[in-house]
C-alpha cells in the first residue's frame, strides 16, 4: 500500500487516525487518538511529524478539543478549546506550521454563533487544512521538478516526503513529480541521527514507490557530496524566516558542503513554514531528551556522566540556499515573506 494521507478525521469514531511513524518501517500501524494528553504525547513522541503534518495535526487537535469541550456557555466553550490549542503548541516549538493550523482552525470556530456550529466549523477548517496540504505538496512538486536534470542524483534529509504532509510531500514532492514526468532520479537519503527519520521514513516512501534509494550515515554527506556526482541537495523546511531556514539538525551541514563543491542547495515548503515576524534569533531550536542520543534499542552506549546535546533542527543562513520551491514558484533569497504570503491562494 503506498501512502495515501498520513492523518485524517475518522467521522464515525470522532476521533483523529494516523500512521504512527515511531514503528515504521517495521510496522505499519494506524494509531487513533481522542483526547488531547495522548494527542500531545503523540506529537511529542513524533508518532506524527514533519512541518506540514503538524499543521494538519494542529488543526484536527483543535477539531478534537471542540468535540471534547462539554461547557455550556459559548464563550467557556471556547475558552476550554483555546486552552487545549495552547497545550498543543507548546509540544514542538520549532515547526511553525503548528500554531498555524491551531490558529487557522480557532479562527474559524470563533465567528460560529452556537457551539454544534463552532464543532462542526473546525472539523471542515482541519479538513480543508489537509486538503490545501496535498494541493500545495503537488504544486511544490511540480515547480521543483523543473529544477531536477532528466537523469540525477539528488541527496536529501531528515524525511519530507509524504509522511511530513498530508500526502506526496515536498522535497519528495519534488522527486515524485520529476519521477512522474519520465525523469530518473537517484535518492541519496541521510539517515538522520538520532531518530532516523531518513533512513526509517525516507527510504521506506520511496522504495513503495520504486524510487531508487540509498542510505548513507550522516557523517558520509561531505565525502558523497565531494566525490560522487550530486545534481542537488533538496530539503524541506520547519521554518523559513527573512534570515534562515530551520530544519532537522544536520542541514546546516549539508548547505555549506554543497556551496563548498558548487551544487544547488533547493528548500521545499508551503507558504504555511514561513514566518513573517521572527528573525533567526527569535526562533527556539528543540532540545530533546538524552536518550534519544544514548541508546540504540535496549542498549546504552554513552556512559551516563558523559553530557549529551540534543537539538532536533538547526538553522541555515538564507545566502547558503539556492532556492526555496513553494506552492506559488521558486524563489531566490532574498526573499520578500509578506509578499509571497499575500499572494492568493492556490486553488
Ligand atoms: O523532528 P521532525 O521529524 O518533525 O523533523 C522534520 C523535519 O525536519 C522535516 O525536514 C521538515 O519538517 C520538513 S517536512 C516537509
Redesign the pocket.
Known amino acids: 500500500m503506498k501512502v495515501e494521507t498520513t492523518l485524517w478525521w475518522d467521522a464515525r469514531g470522532n476521533c483523529i487516525r494516523y500512521i504512527d511513524q515511531t514503528l515504521l518501517p517495521n510496522e505499519y500501524k494506524i494509531g487513533e487518538c481522542r483526547d488531547i494528553e495522548r494527542w500531545a504525547t503523540a506529537i511529542r513522541r513524533?508518532e506524527v511529524?514533519?512541518?506540514?503534518?503538524?499543521g494538519v495535526a494542529g488543526g484536527y487537535g483543535v477539531a478534537l478539543a471542540s468535540v471534547l469541550a462539554d461547557e455550556e456557555s459559548f464563550s467557556r466553550f471556547m475558552d476550554k478549546v483555546r486552552r487545549d490549542g495552547e497545550y498543543l503548541r507548546a509540544t514542538?516549538p520549532t515547526?511553525i506550521n503548528l500554531g498555524w493550523g491551531i490558529d487557522r482552525v480557532l479562527g474559524r470556530m470563533a465567528v460560529e454563533a452556537s457551539i454544534p456550529a463552532a464543532r462542526l466549523a473546525a472539523i471542515a477548517e482541519a479538513e480543508e487544512i489537509a486538503r490545501e496540504d496535498t494541493e500545495c505538496c503537488h504544486a511544490i512538486g511540480d515547480f521543483g521538478a523543473s529544477l531536477l536534470p532528466d537523469n540525477c542524483t539528488v541527496m536529501t534529509?531528515?524525511?519530507?516526503?509524504a509522511l511530513?504532509?498530508s500526502s506526496w510531500?515536498?522535497?519528495l514532492g519534488v522527486i515524485r513529480s520529476a519521477v512522474k514526468r519520465g525523469k530518473e532520479v537517484k535518492v541519496i537519503a541521510c539517515e538522520t541521527r538520532p531518530?532516523l527519520?531518513g533512513a526509517r521514513l525516507t527510504a521506506w516512501e520511496l522504495d513503495r514507490d520504486g524510487i531508487d534509494v540509498t542510505v548513507i550515515t550522516d557523517s558520509m554527506a561531505a565525502h558523497v557530496l565531494r566525490t560522487r556526482k550530486i545534481d542537488a541537495v533538496i530539503?524541506?523546511?520547519?521554518r523559513i524566516t527573512r534570515d534562515a531556514v530551520f530544519?532537522?539538525i544536520g542541514t546546516y551541514g549539508h548547505a555549506i558542503s554543497a556551496k563548498h563543491h558548487g551544487i544547488p542547495f533547493y528548500v521545499?515548503?508551503p507558504r504555511s513554514t514561513f514566518d513573517p515576524v521572527n528573525g533567526e534569533k527569535d526562533v527556539i531550536i528543540e532540545e530533546r531528551k538524552r536518550d534519544e542520543v544514548t541508546t540504540l534499542g535496549q542498549r546504552i552506549f554513552v556512559p551516563p556522566g558523559a553530557g549529551v546535546l540534543n537539538f532536533?533542527?538547526d538553522a541555515t543562513p538564507i545566502d547558503l540556499v539556492t532556492a526555496v520551491v513553494t506552492e506559488c514558484g521558486v524563489f531566490r533569497p532574498p526573499i520578500d515573506i509578506k509578499a509571497l504570503l499575500s499572494r492568493p491562494a492556490v486553488k
Open positions: 513524533l511529524r514533519g512541518a506540514p503534518a503538524l514542538r515547526a534529509h531528515c524525511n519530507a516526503g511530513a504532509c510531500g515536498t522535497a531518530l527519520q530539503v524541506g523546511a520547519d530544519n532537522k521545499a515548503a532536533g533542527f
